[in-house]
């Protein structure tokens, strides 16, 4: 439990740095769902490549520590096809009308103490609290 | 160069998504579950990666990003509907899979099918989203 919190603390700096770097150099937010919402969309379009070479990035640098150097890469998702897939819908749908994740409303927004980041924060954590509880002790399905 | 950037960054937010154990959707729905066993990990990583970031934000007062013309734009404060609603939608779906775009994209080298599986129904949320949005608008006008 207790070294768990170091990593937490330690993985969100680095996440902070990433965003600096992004912000500091490219002049952008380094929001997630916007990044890959505008390849899917087509509204990042002339941004695409770089937001490619993030994406590929993103994914490459936790395969190298999983496959590579043997870190524990485990997600633990839900073996339920209709919560996977309900639940990617809604991740999708939801960031995108938004404007905005965990990454970009979350960190970006939260440290600039922007009233939209602060608000999109307190309503997606309130419905997935109340998402959690309510399959935990009236669905018991997880 | 700014492709290089953001492969950087990519390759850090990645790194840190892992290492804070934000792949981990036990970790996820642990700090959701608040009347169950609460696991404060993710407001580690949280705090943690808004310090960098909020000092970045400070240093692009007095100066232009290194690559290119201005910072984004950032006065927009409105607290639309799409906001609140997007972020409902978005909760629940974080909530029902443990999973936000970013970890989802981090983990697709480790998630296996299921991983695999939320991504893409992500891909499809974020397409219905412009639909979603004029529905919610037109509800708006009536």
């Given amino acids: 439990m207790q070294i768990e919190w170091v990593y937490g603390l330690f993985g969100g700096l680095i996440i902070g740095i990433a965003g600096s770097i992004l912000l500091l150099f490219n002049g952008r937010i380094m929001g997630a769902s916007g990044i ?15 937001n490619i070479a993030l ?14 150097a043997g870190m524990t890469g485990e997600t ?3 073996n339920n096809w209709a919560v996977i897939i309900g639940g990617g819908l809604l991740v999708g749908v939801g960031t995108r009308l938004a404007n905005g994740c965990t990454s970009g409303h979350g960190v970006c927004g939260i440290s600039r103490l922007s009233i ?25 399905m997880i | 160069m700014r492709s ?20 981990d959707t036990t970790k996820v729905r642990g700090w959701l579950d608040i009347f169950g066993d609460w ?6 990583v949280m705090g943690g990666a808004i310090i960098p970031m909020a000092i970045a934000w400070i240093l692009t007062r007095e100066r232009k990003p290194v690559l290119a013309d201005s910072f984004p734009d950032t006065s927009d404060t409105r607290l639309s509907k ?9 909760g629940m779906g974080w909530g029902l899979s443990g999973l936000c775009p970013g970890p989802a994209m981090a983990s697709l080298s480790f998630g296996g099918m299921t991983g695999l599986g ?12 412009p639909r979603a949005r004029a529905a919610l608008l037109r509800g708006q006008a009536s």
């Fill in chain 1, 36 to 50: 890959i919402g505008g390849l899917v969309d087509g509204s990042g379009r002339t941004r695409a490549r770089e």
């Fill in chain 1, 55 to 68: 994406i590929l990035g993103l994914i490459l640098a936790p395969a190298v520590f999983v496959w590579g």
């Fill in chain 1, 76 to 78: 633990h998702l839900i």
């Fill in chain 1, 116 to 140: 939209r980041g602060i608000v999109a924060t307190v309503f997606y954590i309130a419905a997935g609290a109340a998402t959690v509880v309510a399959l935990r002790y009236v669905g018991g």
């Fill in chain 2, 4 to 23: 290089i950037i953001a492969f950087i960054t990519g390759g850090l937010f990645g790194s840190g998504l892992l290492i804070s154990g934000m792949t």
């Fill in chain 2, 39 to 44: 696991d404060p990990t993710l407001a580690f």
């Fill in chain 2, 82 to 90: 799409e906001l609140i609603i997007g972020s409902i939608l978005f």
């Fill in chain 2, 118 to 129: 939320f991504f893409a129904a992500m891909l499809v949320g974020m397409l219905l989203a």
